[in-house]
C-alpha cells in the first residue's frame, strides 16, 4: 500500500509541476454539476449530469472537485468510478434526492464511490434515500423473494479518503457502505433514520482496515455501526447512537469465507434509547473458522438501553435454529472498561454473555 501510495503522490504531484510549467492555472478545478446540466429542482434526473461532472473531475490533471450548490437534486442510481489522476473532492451543500421507487435506481448501492485513492466528501449537504415508501416492502424474514434495497452510499476499493460533515437521512437499506477499503476517515456525519424502519445500518464495514470514524451521530432502525467480515484496525469516537440496535460485531459465522475482525477500539460513546450497545453476535453452527481479538470499549455510557451488552454465540434472530453444531467463532481478548449508565428492561441482565463453549472463548476483562 505505501509503495502505491507514494507512486501515486508522485505521479499527482509530477502532473502538477507539468500543469505549473504549462499552464498559468495550478488551483483546485472546480466542476459544478450545475454546469453539466443539472437542475436542483427536485424532480429532473440528474444522474447524467453528476457523471459527467465526475469524470472530467476525476480525469482532471490536478486537484478537482465536484461541486453540488444548494437545491434539490434528484437523481437515480450512480457510479463515481476511479481510478482518478489527482485528489478528487465531492462537496455536496444541496440535497441528493433518490427516487422513491427502488426499481428506479437500478443499482444494488444509489450512489457508488469505486476504485478510488484520495477522495474526500464533504459538505452541509443531505443524501436522502427516500426511504420511506420502500420500508413496508423489507419482509426479508418471511418471504425468501424480498426485493433487495438500494444502499445508500456504498465505497468499494476507496482508500485513503474521507467523508465528513454530510447528513445521511431515511436510506431504504443501510447508509454507508464499506467495502475493502483501506485507510478511511468519517468525522462529524450524521446519520439518521426512523427507529422503526427496517434494515437501514447506519455505517457497514466488511474487509477494511484502519476506519476511523468520530464525532458522528447515527440513529436508526437498525445497526448503529455493523462490523462484518475481514476488518482490522477500526476506531471509533465519540460517536452518539440511538434509536437503533447499537455498534455491532457480526452477525459472523454463518457464510463460508469469512475472515477474522482484529483490533477494535469504541471509546468515548454514548448509547441512548437503543435495544443493545455493545454487541458480539456469532452464529451458533459456524460454517468457518475465525476469531475475533483485541476489542477495547472504553468510557461508554448506557442511557436507557435494553441490552447493554450482548456477546451472544448463538446468534439466531429468527428460526429455525441449528442448536447442533460447533462454534468455530473464537472471542479473544476483549476489554470492557468504564461503562456506566441506565438499562432499560427490568428482565434482561446488564451483561449478557452467551458462550457456545466456553473453551473457544480466551477472556474478557471488566473493569467498571
Ligand atoms: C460499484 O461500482 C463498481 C464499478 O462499476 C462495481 O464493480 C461494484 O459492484 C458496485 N458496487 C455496488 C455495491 O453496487
Ligand atoms: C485499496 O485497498 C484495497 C485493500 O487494501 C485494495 O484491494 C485496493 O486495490 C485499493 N484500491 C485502490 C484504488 O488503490
Ligand atoms: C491516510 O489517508 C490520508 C488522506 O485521507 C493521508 O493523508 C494519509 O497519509 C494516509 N495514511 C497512510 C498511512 O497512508
Ligand atoms: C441530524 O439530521 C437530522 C435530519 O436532518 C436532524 O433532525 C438532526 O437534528 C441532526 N442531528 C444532529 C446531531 O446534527
Ligand atoms: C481519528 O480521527 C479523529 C478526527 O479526525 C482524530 O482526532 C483522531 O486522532 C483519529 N484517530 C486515529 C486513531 O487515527
Ligand atoms: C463530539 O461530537 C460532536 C458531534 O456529534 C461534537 O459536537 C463534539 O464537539 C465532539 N466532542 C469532542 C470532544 O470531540
Ligand atoms: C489485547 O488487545 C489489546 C488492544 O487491542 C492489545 O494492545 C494487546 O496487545 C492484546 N493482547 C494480546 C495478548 O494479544
Not at 257 to 286: A, C, H, P, Q, Y
Request: aromatic content about 10%; charged content about 15%; proline content about 4%.
Amino acid at each position: 500500500m505505501a509503495s502505491i501510495n507514494t507512486a501515486f503522490k508522485a505521479l499527482c504531484l509530477s502532473l502538477l509541476l507539468v500543469a505549473v510549467s504549462s499552464s498559468p492555472t495550478t488551483e483546485l478545478k472546480i466542476f459544478d454539476v450545475q454546469s453539466y446540466g443539472a437542475k436542483g429542482d427536485g424532480t429532473s434526473d440528474n444522474a447524467k449530469a453528476f457523471t459527467n461532472a465526475w469524470k472530467d473531475a476525476c480525469a482532471w490533471k490536478g486537484r478537482s472537485k465536484v461541486y453540488v450548490p444548494k437545491g434539490a437534486f434528484y437523481l437515480g442510481g450512480v457510479t463515481f468510478a476511479g481510478p482518478c489522476n489527482c485528489q478528487t473532492s465531492f462537496v455536496i451543500d444541496g440535497v441528493l434526492l433518490a427516487p422513491t421507487n427502488n426499481d428506479d435506481i437500478k443499482k444494488e448501492t444509489w450512489v457508488n464511490f469505486s476504485y478510488i485513492n484520495y477522495l474526500t466528501i464533504s459538505g452541509s449537504g443531505t443524501i436522502d434515500g427516500q426511504g420511506k415508501e420502500s420500508w413496508p416492502l423489507n419482509n426479508c424474514n418471511t418471504n425468501d423473494h424480498c426485493p433487495r434495497l438500494a444502499v445508500s452510499m456504498g465505497f468499494d476499493f476507496v482508500n485513503n479518503s474521507r467523508i465528513e460533515g454530510i447528513t445521511s437521512l431515511n436510506s431504504k437499506a443501510g447508509h454507508l457502505n464499506f467495502f475493502f477499503v483501506d485507510n478511511f476517515t468519517i468525522a462529524g456525519v450524521n446519520i439518521t433514520a426512523p427507529g422503526d424502519s427496517p434494515n437501514t445500518d447506519g455505517i457497514k464495514i466488511g474487509f477494511s482496515s484502519n476506519i476511523n470514524i468520530s464525532n458522528t451521530h447515527i440513529g436508526t432502525g437498525d445497526d448503529c455501526i455493523a462490523i462484518l467480515s475481514g476488518n482490522t484496525n477500526l476506531f471509533i469516537y465519540n460517536v452518539t447512537c440511538g434509536p437503533g440496535h447499537g455498534i455491532s460485531v457480526g452477525s459472523l459465522g454463518k457464510n463460508k469465507d469469512e475472515k477474522n475482525v482484529e483490533g477494535l477500539m469504541v471509546k468515548d460513546t454514548v448509547f441512548t434509547g437503543t435495544s443493545d450497545g455493545i454487541r458480539i453476535k456469532t452464529w451458533e453452527s459456524s460454517a468457518t473458522e475465525i476469531a475475533l481479538s483485541n476489542f477495547v470499549y472504553e468510557n461508554i455510557q448506557m442511557i436507557d438501553v435494553q441490552s447493554p451488552i450482548n456477546i451472544d454465540q448463538q446468534y439466531c434472530p429468527y428460526p429455525p435454529c441449528k442448536k447442533t453444531g460447533d462454534s468455530h467463532v473464537q472471542i479473544q481478548n476483549v476489554t470492557l472498561n468504564n461503562i456506566w449508565g441506565t438499562s432499560m428492561n427490568k428482565e434482561a441482565p446488564w451483561i449478557r454473555i452467551e458462550w457456545f463453549k466456553p473453551k473457544v472463548t480466551d477472556k474478557i476483562r471488566f473493569s467498571f
